[in-house]
């Protein structure tokens, strides 16, 4: 081999190194970049899991708040309900002892008319026959005595 060929292929060896150097450091700067590229993009998706996360426990907390307050609120309706009944029971019981109380009383006031009146009948009747003043067998003398 010549020297002018020796020189040619010390350059292209030269050169195909340089080339080799040269597409290793793009490769590095490559790999570089797609690696800075996934974990950015990495980085974002941890970021939106844990805002969506974040975003679900204030829903759910707002709910919860919501589900909570409904809830005693039914509680109440259902307390002051059970109260107006109770009281609106308490009062038909009212009402309705007042009524046998005066429905006792009246009772009560006819037998004794119908027990006067009876009474008033037979001391007719005994007037009627000249028995006025005798005590019939069975009946009650003043003293609370049956006359035999």
Do not use: C, W
């Amino acid at each position: 081999m010549s020297s002018h060929e020796e020189q040619i292929r010390g350059r292209a060896e030269e050169t195909k190194g340089h080339a080799q150097e040269k597409t290793g450091q793009m490769m590095g700067k490559g790999r570089d970049a797609a690696e800075a590229a996934k974990e950015k993009v990495a980085g974002g998706a941890q970021g939106a899991r844990e805002q969506t996360q974040e975003k679900g426990e204030q829903t759910g907390g707002f709910l919860s708040e919501k589900t909570q307050a409904a809830k005693e609120k039914a509680s109440e309706t259902a307390q002051t309900a059970r109260e107006k009944a109770t009281g609106a029971a308490q009062g038909a019981r009212d009402t309705a002892e007042a009524g046998k109380e005066k429905t006792g009383g009246v009772f009560q006031a006819a037998g004794e008319q119908v027990r006067s009146a009876a009474q008033g009948a037979a001391e007719a009747v005994k007037s009627t026959f000249g028995m006025a003043g005798e005590k019939m067998p069975g009946e009650k003398t003043p003293g609370g005595t049956a006359n035999e």
